[in-house]
């Protein structure tokens, strides 16, 4: 199917992209990509990123606290749109040799808009371990996030191939590449963090 014929048979984009997408991602990239890359793309990248953070406090690996809570949530989405950049850059430079296509701009749209299931799932599983003490819930928050990580992956894999014009197969190696380089720079940049939280963490304790 070309692209032409991708945009015809998907819906008005203008109704609901945030539903649409996560239900037929690559009509919907396709759609965005032609009207507007950057499609709320920075604001997925701070709701990923917050939403990672939080995912500690969903499975029980992090105590409730106001210092971490808001820690997460200012730091979190700076390091979503910082990871976002990262990931980007190296599907970029590593589908070089793939002949892709999508620009940098196009392929950052895509994995922002690819993740939007993790995003939404988080708006259910992060309040429901507030409400319920989260050693309850936490088997049932590790599985859910295991099914919307899947999701995600998948409507990714089907963003990035449908902009870089890749076999879904081309397209998965392209973003494992990425994603095992972009980690490396990640964690060295989230060092200094992760040292943060674990100091705060034990002048609480005291």
Known sequence: ????????AAPNLASNPWKLMLFKPRATIQQ??????GKHVITLAFLYGISLG????????????FLTILLMISIGGLLGMVQLFIYAWFVDAFSESMRGKATRKEIRAALAWGRLPWVCGQLFIVPMSFVFMYKTVATVCVIVDAIIFAWSFINTVISVSQVQGFSIW?????????????????VIILLPVVFLIVYIELILKF
């Open 1 to 8: 199917m070309t692209d032409e014929q991708i945009v015809d």
């Open 32 to 37: 965005i990509i032609d009207s507007n890359p």
């Open 54 to 65: 939080l995912f500690g406090f969903a499975t029980g690996h992090l105590k409730y606290n």
């Open 170 to 186: 081309n397209t998965v190696k392209n973003i494992i590449l990425a994603y095992i380089f972009g980690s490396i720079v990640l």
